[in-house]
C-alpha cells in the first residue's frame, strides 16, 4: 500500500513539475521585443520615406472639411442633399490633381467611386473606403468644449464632429493621392476609392459600389476602411495598431406580442407586457456560446509580449488557463463581445393609458453575430428561447449582414500593411481584431475575403470616446502621420502579388 502512495505521489510530482516547466518555457517565450530587435516590423526603410507634409495646411483643410454639415440621421426624406453636394464641390476644388487622375462615377446618388487606372491590368485592383456622413451632434450645452461643426484648432488638435470618423481618414487618403497624382505618380495596382455617404445609417452608398463591383465581376486583392487604429492605453500601456481583420454580423429582430385589450381593474391572466418581458428575460439567460476562435487567439498571441509575467504566463498557456483567461474576458462589455453574439433589447413599446390593457407589445433587439452564427441561427435560437407561438418575430426593413469571413492574417495584403505600419509606428505591436461594430466594408465581403479595418490615425483610448460622442478631436501630429502612411500604402500597394 505505501509502494503504491509513494507511487503515485511520484507521479503527480513530476506530472506538476512538467506542467509548470512548460508553463515558465511558453512565457518565457513570449517575452517581450527587445527594443532595438524589430525583426517582425522590418521593413528597411528610413524616415527618408516619408512624405512631406505641411501639417499645418492639412489641419486646415481638415477642419474646413469638418465645417460642412453632412449628417446622417435615421428619417432619409428630411435629410436633404445639399450639404453633400457642397462637401464634393469643395473636395474637387481642394484635390485637383487626384481628381484628374481618376475616372468618376456616382452610385445611390451621392457616392463617388474614384478608380485610378494602374499600370499593371493583372493586378487586382485594391479598395479604399472612407465615409462622408457624420452622425449628429449637439452644441456646446451638451458638453463640448467648442461648437462641433467649426473645426477649431486648439493646442495642436483639430476638433469636431467627424475628426475620427471619418473625415479624419477620408482627408487623409485624399491628402496622400493628391500628393502622389501631383507627383506623376501612376499606381502599379488600380486604386479605388469608395466615399460613402450613408454609413453611420443605412449603407446604401457603399452597398451599390460594392454591387457593382460584383457585377463588373472585379476582385479585389484587398478593401481598407475605418474600424481599427493606433491607440494607447486601450490593450497595451503604450500604443497598440488594433487591426480588423474580420467583422461582427449585424440582424435586428422585432418581437411583437398580442392579447386582449380592457379595463385594467379586471386584467387578464395574459398580458402583452407580461408574456414580451419574459421573452426577452429568457433571451437574456440564454446568451449564445462565448469562447475563443481564431481572431481573439492571434489578438491574445500578439498582446501576450506586451503584458506582466503572471499575465503572460496565463496567456501564453491557453491549454491551461485558457478558462481563467475567458472568464476575465467575459467581465469586461468590450472583450465579452468579442467572444459570441451579443443580444441587446433597444426598443420596447407598449401602452397608452395607465388603466388599459394594451393589445400589443413591441419590442426591437439588435445581435451582433459572432462568425459561429448565422442570421437564421440567431433565428431559430430566439424562437426556440421564447417558446411562445403568440410572439411574433419578425425582421425589420433594416439592412442585416452576416458576421464576415476573417482576412488573411500574417500573409498577402496583412504584410503590406503590418511592413507600412512597422515604419509609421516602430515598435508598436500589431493586434489583429474583431470589430464589433458595422463598417461600409461589410458590403464587400461578397467581391473579397480580405478586408483590412484600420486608419492609420494615432489616438488615445479617452479620445476614442469621440467617436460618436462629444469633443471629438485629433492631433496635427496624428493627421500628418495617417496622411503619411496612406501614402507609403499607396506607393506600395503594387509591390505584393
Ligand atoms: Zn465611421
Same mark, same amino acid.
Given at each position: 500500500?505505501?509502494?503504491i502512495?509513494?507511487?503515485?505521489? =511520484?507521479?503527480?510530482?513530476?506530472?506538476?513539475?512538467?506542467?509548470?516547466?512548460?508553463?515558465?518555457?511558453?512565457?518565457?517565450?513570449?517575452?517581450?521585443? +527587445?527594443?532595438?530587435?524589430t525583426?517582425?516590423?522590418s521593413?528597411?526603410m528610413?524616415?527618408?520615406?516619408f512624405?512631406e $507634409?505641411?501639417?499645418?495646411?492639412?489641419?486646415?483643410?481638415?477642419?474646413?472639411?469638418?465645417?460642412?454639415?453632412?449628417?446622417?440621421?435615421?428619417?432619409?426624406?428630411?435629410? =436633404?442633399?445639399? !450639404?453633400?453636394?457642397?462637401?464634393?464641390?469643395?473636395?474637387? !476644388?481642394?484635390?485637383?490633381d487626384?481628381?484628374?487622375a $481618376?475616372?468618376?462615377?456616382?452610385?445611390?446618388?451621392?457616392?463617388?467611386i474614384?478608380?485610378?487606372q494602374?499600370?499593371?491590368?493583372? #493586378?487586382?485592383?485594391?479598395?479604399?473606403?472612407?465615409?462622408?456622413?457624420? $452622425?449628429?451632434?449637439?452644441?456646446?450645452?451638451? =458638453?463640448?468644449?467648442?461648437?462641433?461643426?467649426?473645426?477649431?484648432?486648439?493646442?495642436?488638435?483639430i *476638433?469636431?464632429?467627424?475628426?475620427?470618423?471619418?473625415?479624419?481618414?477620408?482627408?487623409?487618403?485624399?491628402?496622400?493621392?493628391?500628393?502622389?497624382?501631383?507627383?506623376?505618380?501612376?499606381?502599379?495596382?488600380t486604386? &479605388?476609392?469608395?466615399f =460613402?455617404?450613408? !454609413?453611420?445609417?443605412?449603407?446604401?452608398?457603399?452597398?451599390?459600389?460594392?454591387?457593382?463591383?460584383?457585377?463588373?465581376?472585379i476582385?479585389?486583392?484587398?478593401?481598407?476602411?475605418e474600424?481599427?487604429?493606433?491607440?494607447?492605453g486601450?490593450?497595451?500601456?503604450?500604443a497598440?495598431?488594433?487591426?480588423?481583420?474580420?467583422?461582427?454580423?449585424?440582424?435586428?429582430?422585432?418581437?411583437?406580442?398580442?392579447?386582449?385589450?380592457?379595463?385594467?381593474?379586471?386584467?387578464?391572466?395574459?398580458?402583452?407586457i407580461?408574456?414580451?418581458?419574459?421573452?426577452?428575460?429568457?433571451?437574456?439567460?440564454?446568451?449564445?456560446?462565448?469562447?475563443?476562435?481564431?481572431?481573439?487567439?492571434e489578438?491574445?498571441k500578439?498582446?501576450?509580449p *506586451?503584458?506582466?509575467?503572471?499575465?503572460?504566463?496565463?496567456?501564453?498557456? #491557453?491549454w491551461?488557463?485558457?478558462p481563467?483567461?475567458?472568464?476575465?474576458?467575459?467581465?469586461e462589455?468590450?472583450?465579452?463581445?468579442?467572444?459570441?453574439?451579443?443580444?441587446?433589447?433597444?426598443?420596447?413599446?407598449?401602452g397608452?393609458?395607465?388603466?388599459?390593457?394594451?393589445?400589443?407589445?413591441?419590442?426591437?433587439? +439588435?445581435?451582433?453575430?459572432?462568425?459561429r452564427?448565422s442570421?437564421? %441561427?440567431?433565428?431559430?435560437?430566439?424562437?426556440r428561447?421564447?417558446?411562445?407561438?403568440?410572439?411574433?418575430?419578425?425582421?425589420?426593413?433594416s439592412?442585416?449582414?452576416?458576421a464576415?469571413?476573417?482576412?488573411?492574417?500574417?500573409?498577402g495584403? *496583412?504584410k503590406m500593411?503590418?511592413?507600412?505600419? /512597422?515604419?509609421?509606428?516602430?515598435?508598436?505591436? &500589431?493586434?489583429? +481584431?474583431?470589430?464589433?461594430?458595422?463598417?461600409? %466594408?461589410?458590403?464587400?465581403?461578397?467581391?473579397t475575403?480580405?478586408i *483590412?479595418?484600420?486608419?492609420?490615425?494615432?489616438?488615445?483610448a479617452?479620445d476614442?470616446?469621440?467617436?460618436?460622442?462629444? +469633443?471629438?478631436?485629433?492631433?496635427i501630429?496624428?493627421h500628418?502621420r495617417?496622411i503619411?502612411?496612406?501614402?507609403l #500604402?499607396?506607393?506600395?500597394? /503594387?509591390?505584393?502579388?
Open positions: 500500500m505505501r509502494k502512495f509513494v507511487f503515485v505521489s =511520484g507521479v503527480l510530482i513530476s506530472v506538476v513539475l512538467i506542467v509548470s516547466l512548460i508553463v515558465i518555457v511558453r512565457t518565457l517565450m513570449n517575452a517581450a521585443p +527587445n527594443v532595438s530587435d525583426a517582425h516590423n521593413t528597411h528610413t524616415t527618408a520615406d512624405v $507634409v505641411d501639417a499645418n495646411q492639412a489641419a486646415q483643410r481638415l477642419s474646413k472639411a469638418i465645417q460642412f454639415q453632412t449628417v446622417s440621421i435615421q428619417d432619409r426624406a428630411t435629410q =436633404g442633399n445639399s !450639404e453633400f453636394v457642397k462637401f464634393q464641390d469643395w473636395l474637387r !476644388e481642394t484635390y485637383p487626384f481628381h484628374a $481618376v475616372t468618376t462615377e456616382r452610385v445611390a446618388d451621392l457616392t463617388p474614384h478608380t485610378w494602374g499600370r499593371i491590368p493583372t #493586378l487586382a485592383p485594391l479598395v479604399f473606403l472612407a465615409h462622408q456622413d457624420v $452622425v449628429p451632434a449637439l452644441g456646446t450645452d451638451s =458638453g463640448w468644449d467648442f461648437p462641433p461643426f467649426e473645426g477649431r484648432i486648439v493646442d495642436g488638435y *476638433y469636431g464632429r467627424g475628426a475620427l470618423d471619418d473625415k479624419g481618414s477620408l482627408i487623409g487618403i485624399l491628402e496622400a493621392a493628391n500628393k502622389l497624382a501631383i507627383s506623376g505618380f501612376t499606381p502599379k495596382r486604386l &479605388i476609392f469608395v =460613402g455617404h450613408d !454609413e453611420e445609417v443605412t449603407g446604401f452608398g457603399a452597398k451599390a459600389a460594392a454591387d457593382l463591383m460584383e457585377s463588373r465581376g476582385s479585389p486583392y484587398a478593401v481598407f476602411d474600424g481599427g487604429a493606433v491607440i494607447s486601450l490593450v497595451t500601456e503604450g497598440a495598431a488594433v487591426l480588423g481583420v474580420a467583422e461582427k454580423g449585424y440582424l435586428t429582430l422585432t418581437l411583437t406580442s398580442q392579447a386582449v385589450g380592457g379595463h385594467s381593474s379586471v386584467p387578464p391572466d395574459y398580458t402583452a407580461g408574456a414580451l418581458s419574459r421573452a426577452i428575460a429568457a433571451l437574456e439567460d440564454n446568451p449564445f456560446k462565448r469562447d475563443f476562435d481564431p481572431v481573439s487567439r489578438m491574445l500578439a498582446l501576450t *506586451y503584458q506582466s509575467f503572471a499575465k503572460r504566463a496565463l496567456m501564453s498557456n #491557453l491551461l488557463f485558457g481563467l483567461v475567458k472568464r476575465s474576458m467575459l467581465k462589455d468590450s472583450t465579452r463581445a468579442l467572444l459570441g453574439t451579443t443580444i441587446a433589447p433597444t426598443i420596447f413599446n407598449a397608452f393609458k395607465e388603466n388599459a390593457m394594451p393589445r400589443e407589445a413591441v419590442a426591437m433587439i +439588435n445581435f451582433r453575430l459572432h462568425s452564427d442570421a437564421q %441561427s440567431v433565428i431559430d435560437h430566439v424562437t428561447v421564447i417558446d411562445n407561438p403568440k410572439i411574433k418575430i419578425t425582421q425589420p426593413e439592412l442585416a449582414s452576416e464576415s469571413p476573417i482576412s488573411q492574417i500574417g500573409t495584403p *496583412y500593411i503590418a511592413d507600412v505600419l /512597422g515604419m509609421s509606428f516602430p515598435q508598436t505591436p &500589431i493586434v489583429p +481584431n474583431t470589430v464589433t461594430g458595422a463598417t461600409d %466594408s461589410r458590403f464587400f465581403t461578397n467581391v475575403s480580405d *483590412y479595418r484600420f486608419t492609420p490615425i494615432q489616438t488615445t479617452e476614442l470616446k469621440g467617436f460618436h460622442g462629444i +469633443n471629438e478631436r485629433i492631433s501630429e496624428a500628418k495617417s503619411q502612411t496612406y501614402h #500604402l499607396m506607393q506600395r500597394s /503594387g509591390e505584393t502579388p
